[in-house]
């Protein structure tokens, strides 16, 4: 199975300031149909999870342009150019690319 | 709006079967793959099953293989998984999910199952 690592696994961030997390891929994860198949996904606190971005950086519908996805190969990254409140939670990056699917650890993100 | 609703969870021996249900609403059911999610309290997400928008193809994680059975009613709008020879490491929130290849874009708001004696 494709192991996904994510760091840090705890972020304390200042409101208004940016941040960002790291995921990388055991295997690469460009599909054989061309398309990297990397997904970032929040979870508020006592909610589900809902997708933030599909294929590396592809915001879903209704995601504020603060949050931005970026990489390639086995490398990929979520940026928050600036933290609201709102943003707190556990951040989750999951490759679809080679079954079966799997999620990184979380990062919690916490205001400062 | 995508709306998917799960339920049937609840506290069942080690040993025991639960059957979960989802009843999806707010798009196509018929087109999508679906898949259900799990996660462990206070732990990460975990793959459990996808399946195909016309009842194929289907996978499993290796962990639940041969116990765990998913289907889908497109009649009826509703996803389901039949859960065998429950273990206490299948204690978690069930979520169901809209998607399956390649991605999953939906989540419900979950149902706990309890494995314990």
């Not at chain 1, 705890?10 to 198949?37: E, F, K, M, W």
């Not at chain 1, 990254?77 to 999951?94: F, N, P, Q, W």
């Not at chain 2, 975990?46 to 996978?59: K, L």
């Amino acid at each position: 199975d494709v192991v996904m690592t994510q760091s840090p696994l705890s972020l304390p961030v200042t409101l208004g300031q940016p941040a960002s997390i790291s995921c990388r891929s055991s295997q690469g994860l460009v599909h054989s149909d061309g398309n990297t198949y990397l997904n970032w996904f929040q979870q508020r606190p006592g909610h589900s999870p809902r997708r933030l971005i599909s294929k590396v950086s592809n915001r879903d519908s209704g995601v504020p342009d603060r949050f931005s996805g970026s990489g390639s190969g086995t490398d990929f990254t979520l940026k928050i150019s600036r933290v609201e409140a709102e943003d707190v939670g556990l951040y989750y990056c999951m490759q679809s690319t080679h079954w079966l699917y799997t999620f990184g650890q979380g990062t919690k993100l916490e205001i400062k | 709006q995508v709306q998917l609703v799960e339920s049937g969870g609840g506290l069942v021996k080690p040993g025991g079967s639960l059957r979960l249900s989802c009843a999806a609403s707010g798009f196509i059911f018929s087109d999508y793959y679906m898949s259900w999610i799990r996660q462990a309290p206070g732990k990460g997400l975990e793959w459990v099953s996808y399946i195909g928008s016309g009842g194929s193809p289907m996978d499993y994680v290796d962990s639940v293989k041969g116990r765990f059975t998913i289907s889908r009613d497109n009649a009826m709008n509703s996803l389901y998984l039949q859960m065998n020879s429950l273990r206490a490491e299948d204690t978690a929130v069930y979520y169901c999910a809209r998607g399956g290849r390649r991605s999953v874009d939906s989540w419900g708001q979950g149902t706990l199952v309890t494995v314990s004696s």
